[in-house]
């Protein structure tokens, strides 16, 4: 959707001098079509939820990451962080705090107040991991060793334990 937000993206992936594929392709939303678009196991995405603490003060947030094959496990992500209860976050919550609707966030937190966490099984899967470049219509393929050098998740298992798909 934005096009700030990605070419923010894109330049940061730049400026830290790792290489990555940027592709551009017709716009999807579903883990599996896309995959198939990109030439990539479905297992491979990086799927990136926006998700809100619930608690009685300031409202917290989390970036979960999972691989695009599985689904996110709201209660270990809760125990992970410390939670009693955490839900997806609003559409102007998920905007605000990456500048992109939900289905086209990246598996990155530019913002303060996003923690990041993910699932580790990702990285050990895959050499290569994929995810939506702040568009449905655009996706960028990166090394996860470069993203794992980029980033500081918090890493810890928080999907269910059976795969949405094979």
Known sequence: ??????????????????????LSHSAEGKSEEVA??????VGQGAKALVCKVKEKFTPQY?????????????????QAVGAKKISM????DV????????????????????????????????DT?????????????LASADYLKLTTPFLVSIIKSNPVTS
């Open 1 to 22: 959707m934005s096009s700030h937000a990605t070419a923010y993206l894109t330049h940061y992936l730049s400026s830290h001098d790792v290489k990555y594929t940027i």
């Open 36 to 41: 198939q678009i990109r030439g990539t196991h």
């Open 62 to 78: 989390v970036l979960a990451i999972v691989p695009g094959d599985t689904q996110l496990d709201f209660k270990q992500l809760a």
């Open 89 to 92: 976050a609003s559409i102007d």
């Open 95 to 126: 905007y605000a705090l990456t500048q992109c609707i939900p289905g086209t966030v990246p598996p990155f937190s530019f913002h303060d107040d996003l923690k990041l966490v993910a699932d580790p099984s990702l990285f050990e899967r895959f």
């Open 129 to 141: 991991i994929a995810f939506n470049a702040c568009a449905l219509d655009r996706s960028i393929l």
